[in-house]
């Protein structure tokens, strides 16, 4: 008999969300229109600081409203974090835009600003054009040099989409991401810090933004008696729910987040003593939700190889991933302008995810450090 699986990342229900999806059921409130919907935006909203928020069905689609609101269209050129899940960059080929991936630096593994701004001269250099937009990631939970960014993005008046999906709950200095950027996204797939099922969300300061996304969002459905459009809509809504379950989630979201810091600390203090293992640490008045808890492996000091213990992993029926494959090497992805400096690359080599879900047990985390541990040895 395999021994039980250890997730990843597996979703971690409360004690209420069942309540509020009853009463969903109780009240027939069955469609994405509800009450539920209603005070998970505003749930999201008061816990992020930030004045408006729209739940959608996915952060993609969260990303793809972001970029039809600051009127990205064919043939612009959007600026993108390459270090990445699809999912962020995909929506900017849905607009027939470009993308242009920008590498990373070694500090938090995200946008290198320095890199940012070359990028940003160079395509004005090279097209006439300034980028339509930037968009942001903050992988797995470690906020990017969010305030240099925003800085070299307002000196070129380019608006800032900020990828928060891994990020829910990570600050710096005391702001939460996805709230420095124009507008901001959250993602509430199953895997993710707290799950709603399948969801995602678009927060702004903005508030006429985020009206223009629930009206996209549910069919771009003009003011009338009858079915009236003059636009493009689109599907996106979360359903009351997935909401009522979002809810839920929503009032257990800090221990969540102390549980993945748990994860990670206790990772780095079982492990960091064998050579060549590596963690990546917050800097200062930076704090990551450690949504994922990732060791980088240096194979010139270690005695395996990120390959080598995946598959020592995966022999005990524990599940764990190499970094984000960058998407300046994804086959379709690779024909856009990309900007790097080999860190991505590297980071994808050399780098691994490790069981890290906040229900991940006492037993079940002894039983990675050991197969860990026989392979560092
Ligand atoms: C999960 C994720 C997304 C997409 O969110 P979905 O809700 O799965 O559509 C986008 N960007 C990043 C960085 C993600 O991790």
Redesign the pocket.
Do not use: M, P, Q, R
């Given at each position: 008999m395999d021994k039980p699986k250890i997730y990843l990342s597996s979703p971690h229900m409360g004690s209420t969300e069942f309540d509020y999806v009853k009463e969903a059921f109780d009240t027939n409130w069955i469609s994405p229109v509800g009450p539920h919907i209603t005070a998970f935006e505003s749930g999201l909203a008061m816990y992020n600081s930030i004045s408006h928020c729209a739940a959608l069905s996915?952060?993609?689609?969260a990303?793809h409203l972001a970029l039809i609101i600051l009127g990205v269209k064919q043939n612009d050129e959007v600026i993108c974090s390459s270090f990445?899940?699809s999912?962020?960059c995909n929506p900017i080929v849905y607009e027939k835009a470009i993308p242009v991936f920008v590498d990373s630096e070694l500090q938090t593994w995200n946008m290198d600003p320095t890199l940012l701004e070359h990028a940003i001269v160079d395509r004005i250099q090279k097209t006439g054009k300034t980028p339509k937009a930037i968009i942001i990631?903050h992988?797995y939970g470690m906020p990017a040099k969010i305030e240099e960014i925003m800085a070299i993005a307002r000196k070129y008046g380019i608006p800032v989409i900020e990828?928060a999906?891994?990020a829910l709950g990570s600050t710096v200095n005391g702001k939460k991401l996805g709230t420095f950027g124009d507008l901001g996204?959250y993602?509430?797939?199953g895997?993710?810090i707290i799950t709603t099922s399948?969801?995602?969300a678009l927060v702004s300061n903005n508030e006429d933004w985020i009206n223009k996304a629930r009206f996209l969002a549910t069919q771009a459905r003009d003011q009338a008696p009858h079915y009236q459009h003059s636009q493009i809509g689109f599907n996106y809504r979360l359903s009351n729910i997935c909401a009522g379950i979002g809810r839920g989630q929503l009032e257990v979201l800090n221990e969540r987040i102390e549980a993945r810091r748990a994860n990670f600390d206790k990772y780095r203090s079982y492990l960091s003593d064998y050579k060549g293992f590596n963690f990546v640490s917050e800097p200062e008045g930076y704090l990551s939700n450690r949504w994922l808890s990732t060791v980088i492996i240096d194979p010139s000091r270690a005695k395996c190889d990120r390959e080598k213990l995946r598959l020592a992993l995966e022999k005990e029926n524990i599940e764990a991933r190499p970094l984000w494959k960058p998407m300046h090497q994804q086959p379709i992805f690779a024909c856009y302008p990309n900007y790097q400096n080999g860190v991505s690359d590297q980071l994808f080599d050399n780098g691994l995810c490790l069981p890290s879900g906040s229900n991940l047990t006492t037993t079940e985390f002894s039983r990675v450090i050991e197969v860990v541990k026989r392979q560092a040895q």
């Open positions: 996915s952060g993609t689609a990303i990445t899940f999912g962020t990631v992988l990828d999906a891994e996204v993602s509430f797939n895997n993710k399948g969801g995602g």
